[in-house]
């Protein structure tokens, strides 16, 4: 069942469905923009719309990566034991990623609550400053300041 | 008799046939770049690891907010990057038509679909040149941020150090698949393909072009949205 079928889409819903798959591509990367342009006028003191937004992002993403691996790489159509073999490994990544960024976030909290000079670097406003040259010259007295701590 | 007749689909390790229904280099292309989505995700899980462990972050929107030939300090955040990502769709979306042609065995289809795919695939590289050229005369590069948090406080070089190592990286991958669909249209137009009686190879460069298509879409929102 699955050879024929397989060969049916090749000849028959093949231009229509790159078609679709492009379009739905474009849609979700125009919507991505948006929320984009979007969050540049929200405040960083409102956490959780930001947080949010960027988990529409996320979630957008993911939808395009199916779409590219499932259509466009043509998964979809390949058997279930290639697939399973592909996908099955790569699952990993759900725990690497919990693991890590729950690690990541862990140690920043820890060195907020235990290193005061870490806590206080990032309070520090450093006046703006414009392009180049500048800006590597404020880096030099950050270094300056710091070694002088 | 009807499980005789269905015994040999059903039984995919049964012998006499091959179980994936592929062929090999197909199969061995996809474990490649099963290895390669690990590294690339080693590296990003690496920048959100980061990321996560600091209390500021430059904002993208201030970063990258520059366009070629924009008149110097106008401020155009996303536009240039998204062009960026509208060149690599278009450019997957013609190697899935030169795949297609292939299937079809339409030389000409292969040929013309292959030449736009590489011309995708240059632009796409011509504009992350300028943009990181454009980023070093800022003042940025390995070991060197120009840039501040974005609530005003000093970054470290973390931000520029993963920017350009995994674009960097990204960006290589984008130069060999170019090479790759040169090769194939160069052995498409001296007819390699029409004297073996079949374009199997365009599928093979085609999913390792579509995977190039597939890491933009998790740089792209990793540095460029969120």
Known sequence: MSHTAEHNEHASGGTKEIIRITVILTVLTIIELIIGFWMIDIPLSSVGVRLALKGTIVILMMAKAFYIVAYFMHLKHEMKNLIMTIVVPLALFIWFIIAFLYDGNSFKNLRNTYDPYFKEQSTIKVEKKEHGAAGKHEGAKEEGKKASH | ?226
């Open chain 2, 1 to 226: 008799m009807a499980t005789t007749a269905t015994a040999p689909t059903t039984k995919s390790w049964g012998g006499g046939k091959s179980p994936f229904n592929v062929e090999y280099g197909k199969v061995m292309m996809w474990y490649f770049l099963m290895s390669d989505a690990f590294t690339f995700g080693a590296f990003l899980i690496s920048y959100g690891t980061i990321r996560f462990s600091t209390n500021g972050w430059p904002d993208p929107n201030e970063v990258f907010k520059s366009f070629p030939f924009a008149p110097e300090g106008m401020n155009a955040p996303l536009v240039f990057v998204s062009i960026m990502t509208f060149i690599l769709i278009i450019s997957s979306v013609t190697m899935v038509l030169a795949v297609q042609a292939g299937h079809n065995m339409d030389k000409k289809g292969v040929v013309k679909n292959l030449i736009w795919t590489i011309i995708g695939g240059i632009a796409f590289l011509s504009c992350q040149a300028w943009e990181w050229n454009h980023l070093h005369h800022e003042g940025a590069w390995w070991g060197s941020n120009p840039f501040l948090n974005h609530d005003g406080t000093a970054s470290s070089t973390n931000f520029t150090n993963y920017f350009f190592t995994i674009t960097g990286f990204h960006g290589f991958h984008v130069f060999s698949g170019v090479i790759i669909n040169i090769i194939m249209l160069i052995m498409a137009m001296t007819n390699k393909f029409e004297e073996r009686g079949h374009y199997l190879m365009i599928e093979k460069a085609g999913l390792y072009w579509h995977f190039v298509d597939l890491v933009w879409v998790f740089v792209f929102t990793c540095f460029y949205l969120i």
